[in-house]
């Protein structure tokens, strides 16, 4: 036997439509609530948290991230790439040495807030 849903056992079904219409209204496009989704897939790598992490604190070289990180430059390479063509950090060239910093204040901002988040008792 199917167990019935809620809105089904309550015997009526009360549709509030100018709830329904006002949030219609206001609801970006299916593409940007999409990119939103992809966005926040790429913050859901602890590596990349942390290389934010440290970005947040001061600009950097792979060199200085890999020797932070206790991890190889390649590695450290290719979680910077997935950062990049996310718009979440930026590059700058100082002679040979290539040096990474947060996109913007977003970026520090919703670090920030996440953190405060997961620290709430």
Do not use: W
């Not at 600009?59 to 390649?74: I, Y």
């Amino acid at each position: 036997m199917t167990e019935p849903n809620s809105i089904e056992s309550c015997g009526f079904l009360c549709v509030h439509e100018h709830v329904v219409t006002q949030v219609q209204e206001n609801l970006p496009a299916e593409e940007s609530l999409q990119r939103l989704a992809d966005l926040f897939k790429v913050f859901g790598d602890g590596t990349r948290i942390r290389i934010l992490y440290v970005l947040l604190e001061a600009e950097v070289c792979v060199c200085d991230l890999a020797k932070l990180l206790g991890m190889t430059q390649s590695a450290v390479s290719h979680q910077l790439r997935i950062l990049k063509q996310a718009y979440l950090i930026k590059a700058r060239r100082d002679g040979k040495t290539v040096f990474y910093s947060l996109a913007d204040d977003h970026v520090a901002t919703l670090l920030k807030q996440g953190m405060e988040h997961v620290c709430e008792d």
